[in-house]
């Protein structure tokens, strides 16, 4: 059985274990969704349409990932006036895997399940206190989740590059580096036009990996940054 869904002002054609990716839902990695925008559904050659929406009929999907699209440039130059724009646009994705095609009002039979490594910490956190309990005294305090630690773990994150002594210099002269821009990447380390100018490629593929930047951006950046740094 398939069916055509309506989300993210997009269509696409989906089945049972379909893996998929679509415009940012509000949800967590391991949540259950319901999708209940159905243009139509079938199996074989027989196909119910709706008017425009399938009654009764809705998909559920479990969210796998929460991501990014790759960077999208948008260029417009004016000639004769020297002027031009470029920004760059990053959609955000959240990737499903399709669970379920219900029709005539059905339920979805699947929940959103907890995580085993989550089940196997409250089990033993439970173990701890009752044994605690047992011998008179007070439980031990709670140990940092891996969730926690792990985002501990990223407010920590040493920055990408190495930023030099001295004054930096003001990147938003760059054409394409604006103010959020320029603090994105003194951020990471890089506040010259002489850094950016000695960017290799595989330096441009860590900041796009890592950054909402573009490869196509960085190295035009490098190229404007070549020139400043000989002034």
Same mark, same amino acid.
């Given at each position: 059985m398939f069916a055509v869904i309506k989300t993210g002002g997009k269509q696409y054609r989906v089945a049972a274990n379909d893996l998929l990716k679509i415009e940012k839902l509000e949800a967590k990695v391991g949540d259950i969704v319901e999708i209940g925008n159905v243009l139509a559904h079938g199996e074989g050659e027989n196909v119910t349409f709706g008017a425009p929406f399938v009654d009764g009929a809705m998909v559920t999907a479990e969210v796998v990932e929460q991501g990014k699209n790759r960077t999208v440039i948008a260029f417009k130059k004016r000639r004769?006036?020297?002027?031009?724009?470029?920004?760059?646009?990053?959609?955000? /994705?959240?990737?499903?895997?399709?669970?379920?095609?219900?029709?005539?009002?059905?339920?979805?039979s699947?929940?959103?399940?907890?995580?085993?490594?989550?089940?196997?910490?409250?089990?033993?956190?439970?173990?701890?206190?009752?044994?605690?309990?047992?011998?008179?005294?007070?439980?031990?305090a709670k140990k940092e989740t891996k969730a926690e630690a792990a985002s501990g773990e990223?407010?920590?994150?040493?920055?990408?590059?190495?930023?030099?002594?001295?004054?930096?210099?003001? /990147?938003?002269?760059?054409?394409?580096?604006?103010?959020?821009?320029?603090?994105?990447?003194a951020e990471q380390g890089i506040i010259t036009f002489a850094q950016l100018a000695k960017l290799t490629d595989k @330096?441009?593929?860590?900041?796009?990996?890592?950054?909402?930047?573009?490869? @196509?951006?960085?190295?035009?950046?490098?190229?404007?940054a070549k020139e400043l740094a000989k002034k």
């Open positions: 004769r006036q020297n002027s031009r724009r470029k920004i760059g646009h990053r959609q955000l /994705l959240t990737t499903v895997r399709i669970a379920e095609i219900l029709l005539g009002g059905a339920k979805p699947k929940k959103a399940a907890a995580k085993p490594e989550a089940k196997a910490e409250a089990k033993a956190e439970v173990a701890a206190e009752a044994k605690a309990d047992v011998a008179g005294k007070e439980p031990k990223e407010a920590k994150a040493a920055p990408l590059f190495k930023a030099p002594k001295g004054e930096p210099d003001d /990147l938003t002269v760059i054409k394409g580096i604006g103010p959020v821009a320029a603090k994105d990447l @330096d441009v593929a860590k900041i796009d990996e890592h950054m909402p930047f573009s490869a @196509d951006q960085i190295k035009d950046w490098r190229e404007q």
